[in-house]
């Protein structure tokens, strides 16, 4: 948190799904990114934590998935959903590119 932090990014965390009430309290509502390792506890992934805070909030939502997963079919299902996987151990300069594209004004048409 804190390099996301130090980049000038307001952040929250959340230890389970029923903090995430909380988390987003904290930011005001609603969260412009979230930021999920993929193997939580209690069976939970990533992409639970994603759909829970996309449910919560009106507004549109970017995600990272990071994971230290190395299976094959794993990585292949990981890379198929519709945000970007980071691989453990993140490279900073790797997630401040991924961050400030996903966070980044829609360009006029």
Not at 65 to 81: A, E, F, K
């Given at each position: 948190?804190?390099?996301l932090?130090?980049w000038?990014?307001?952040?929250?965390?959340?230890?389970?799904?029923?903090?995430?009430?909380?988390?987003?309290?904290?930011?005001?509502?609603?969260?412009?990114?979230?930021?999920?390792?993929?193997?939580?506890a209690?069976?939970?992934?990533?992409?639970?934590?994603?759909d829970?805070?996309?449910?919560?909030?009106?507004?549109?939502?970017?995600?990272i998935?990071?994971?230290?997963?190395?299976?094959?079919?794993?990585?292949?299902?990981?890379?198929?959903?519709a945000?970007?996987?980071?691989?453990?151990?993140?490279?900073?300069?790797?997630?401040?590119?991924?961050?400030?594209?996903?966070?980044?004004?829609?360009?006029?048409?």
């Open positions: 948190m804190a390099l932090e130090g000038g990014l307001k952040t929250a965390h959340a230890e389970t799904t029923d903090g995430l009430g909380p988390a987003l309290e904290r930011l005001g509502g609603a969260a412009d990114l979230v930021i999920a390792d993929y193997r939580l209690d069976d939970v992934t990533g992409d639970d934590v994603i829970e805070v996309a449910r919560r909030q009106a507004t549109p939502l970017a995600a998935i990071v994971t230290g997963d190395t299976g094959p079919q794993r990585l292949r299902s990981l890379h198929g959903q945000w970007p996987v980071l691989h453990k151990p993140v490279d900073p300069d790797e997630l401040a590119k991924v961050t400030a594209a996903l966070l980044a004004p829609a360009a006029p048409r």
